[in-house]
T-cell receptor
Framework: TQLLEQSPQFLSIQEGENLTVYCNSS?????LQWYRQEPGEGPVLLVTVVTGGEVKKLKRLTFQFGDARKDSSLHITAAQPGDTGLYLC???????????FGGGTRLMVKP | DSGVTQTPKHLITATGQRVTLRCSPRSGDLSVYWYQQSLDQGLQFLIQYYNGEERAKGNILERFSAQQFPDLHSELNLSSLELGDSALYFCASLVWGTPPSYEQYFGPGTRLTVT
């Protein structure tokens, strides 16, 4: 069974601060996705990383896939209240079509 | 808008009852995944269908069942409901991203409250 551990579980910061969320596993994933979910809504796909060592940027968000494809990080620069939400990482196994979700990081950015 | 639709948005029912949740995947997508998300919990995979056939099972209770119809919409049936079944239920549609990645697009969910 592939497991993904996210840390921290909760994060409360002030507007303008930087933060990093980690997603770790002992298993290798063929790809890894990051989702953001707002209360009462479905998760929305932010990015997919595929290659070990890959870095992708989405405005103030930077996503990195570990060299061994076992871990990933999400870094947010100058967080804004609109970044508040639940961030989920999900890894795809060798078959590619099954995702294992991490437990999520609940982020609150205070104005 | 992910293109995945789910009905109803909210459902309130009593213990012991049976309900049906409906999902339509994105146009052209053959796969449907069902997930359960309890309060402050991550997503728990329940079951996957591909073109009408069950492909994978996760932590789905025997009281729960699902099916996918020829028009590709799917229904999740929950019976003998218990208080602990109160949760958000999501379905997702699978698309091929940059190979070898697959990406799942989620519907807005159905919030089930069992009283």
């Amino acid at each position: 069974t592939q497991l993904l551990e996210q840390s921290p579980q909760f994060l409360s910061i002030q507007e303008g601060e930087n933060l990093t969320v980690y997603c770790n596993s002992s298993s290798v994933f063929s790809s890894l996705q990051w989702y953001r979910q707002e209360p009462g809504e479905g998760p929305v796909l932010l990015v997919t990383v595929v290659t070990g060592g890959e870095v992708k940027k989405l405005k103030r968000l930077t996503f990195q896939f570990g060299d061994a494809r076992k871990d990933s990080s999400l870094h947010i620069t100058a967080a804004q209240p609109g970044d508040t939400g639940l961030y989920l990482c999900a890894g795809a196994g060798n078959a590619g079509n099954m995702l294992t979700f991490g437990g999520g990081t609940r982020l609150m950015v205070k104005p | 808008d992910s293109g995945v639709t789910q009905t109803p948005k909210h459902l309130i029912t009593a213990t012991g009852q049976r309900v049906t949740l409906r999902c339509s995947p994105r146009s052209g997508d053959l796969s449907v995944y069902w997930y359960q998300q309890s309060l402050d919990q991550g997503l728990q995979f329940l079951i996957q269908y591909y073109n009408g056939e069950e492909r994978a099972k996760g932590n789905i209770l025997e009281r729960f069942s699902a099916q996918q119809f020829p028009d590709l919409h799917s229904e999740l049936n929950l019976s003998s409901l218990e208080l602990g079944d109160s949760a958000l239920y999501f379905c997702a549609s699978l698309v091929w991203g940059t190979p070898p990645s697959y990406e799942q697009y989620f519907g807005p969910g159905t919030r089930l409250t069992v009283t």
